[in-house]
């Protein structure tokens, strides 16, 4: 690959030659040639202009919270929006932010101005673009429910998308299926509600996570889709695979939708761990599991 930094620092402050694993939450995966830190829209706009005319792979990471990066290394250019875009204003019963905002500060501020509506957020280690990008939920939830708006950079110019432009479903929405579209903010429609109500449900929810989930171990949270029938995690458990360890990358025994890294664990000990699990459910119970965990920079 050519050398392009100093055509990518024209528009953004640059770093090279970073592991992925450093900026993913299940800690694994490869270096990155670049990662770039646009400041503002011009700034992504002429970034964008760059990789375009010169053809460079590139990828959009929030915080990473739900990517499985391949061991080998990235030839191309990661841009993250959480160091710049991360401003949201409130508006009555709206909070516009940008799409590298922490979703759980995003919902914490909202609590602290008396707004329900994102407390099922309040867990999910996420940007506003990633949550937006996966329809994100928890506690039977997600983004679709709040969603009023979304600003969209695609071919050139920035619009903004309906909810149902936005093609939201379980756990997908239209800008999977449209990477080169570069989400920049959000317009959520919240409630008006008591403060200490909301931050009750919050301290709640954060208690049951802490209890429920494998908190103390690198993981991408939840690795399969709910079937339509049966959870992901009775499967699992029915085919008798708690605390099934192949290298580093571990069925959790505390929650056994979860694959965690106990250490040393390789993008190639957690896939072939995903794909026997995904063959035992399908020879036990005959069903379909997919995994929710996108896949980064595979063959």
């Given at each position: 690959?050519?050398?392009?930094?100093?055509?990518?620092?024209?528009?953004?402050?640059?770093d090279e030659n970073v592991p992925l694993a450093h900026m993913t939450t299940l800690r694994i995966g490869g270096n990155a040639r670049y990662v770039a830190y646009p400041e503002n829209f011009l700034s992504l706009e002429g970034l964008m202009r760059v990789i375009a005319e010169n053809g460079i792979p590139y990828k959009m990471?929030?915080?990473?919270?739900?990517?499985?990066?391949?061991?080998?290394?990235?030839?191309?250019?990661?841009?993250?929006?959480?160091?710049?875009?991360?401003?949201?204003?409130?508006?009555?019963e709206y909070v516009t932010a940008e799409a590298g905002a922490s979703i759980i500060a995003l919902a914490y501020e909202a609590m602290k101005?008396?707004?329900?509506?994102?407390?099922?957020?309040?867990g999910i280690?996420?940007?506003?673009?990633?949550?937006?990008?996966?329809?994100?939920?928890?506690?039977?939830?997600?983004?679709?429910?709040?969603?009023?708006?979304v600003s969209v950079y695609r071919d050139g110019k920035i619009e903004w998308l309906s909810p149902e432009e936005c093609a939201f479903a379980y756990r997908t929405s239209i800008f999977q299926q449209h990477p080169e579209w570069i989400?920049?903010?959000?317009?959520?429609?919240?409630?008006?509600?008591?403060?200490?109500?909301?931050?009750?449900?919050?301290?709640?929810?954060?208690?049951?996570?802490?209890?429920?989930?494998?908190?103390?171990?690198?993981?991408?949270?939840?690795?399969?889709?709910?079937?339509?029938?049966?959870p992901a995690w009775k499967l699992i458990e029915g085919i008798g695979y708690r605390g099934r360890q192949i290298g580093g990358a571990k069925v959790s025994e505390k929650h056994v939708n979860f694959i965690v890294n106990v250490g040393g664990a390789t993008a190639a000990d957690f896939a072939t761990l995903a794909d026997e699990i995904i063959e035992k459910v399908r020879e036990t119970y005959g069903v379909d599991l997919h995994m929710e965990v996108e896949k980064f920079n595979w063959q």
């Open positions: 690959m050519n050398d392009y930094r100093e055509l990518l620092e024209r528009y953004a402050q640059v990471i929030g915080k990473g919270s739900n990517l499985l990066c391949a061991d080998r290394p990235f030839e191309g250019v990661v841009i993250r929006l959480d160091r710049h875009f991360t401003d949201c204003y409130f508006d009555g101005n008396g707004l329900s509506g994102l407390e099922f957020a309040s280690p996420g940007t506003v673009g990633g949550v937006i990008f996966m329809n994100a939920g928890a506690y039977k939830s997600s983004v679709a429910d709040i969603v009023d708006s989400v920049l903010a959000a317009r959520f429609r919240l409630a008006h509600e008591d403060q200490n109500a909301i931050r009750s449900l919050m301290d709640s929810r954060r208690e049951r996570r802490m209890a429920s989930q494998p908190l103390d171990f690198p993981s991408a949270g939840s690795v399969f889709r709910n079937p339509m029938d049966t």
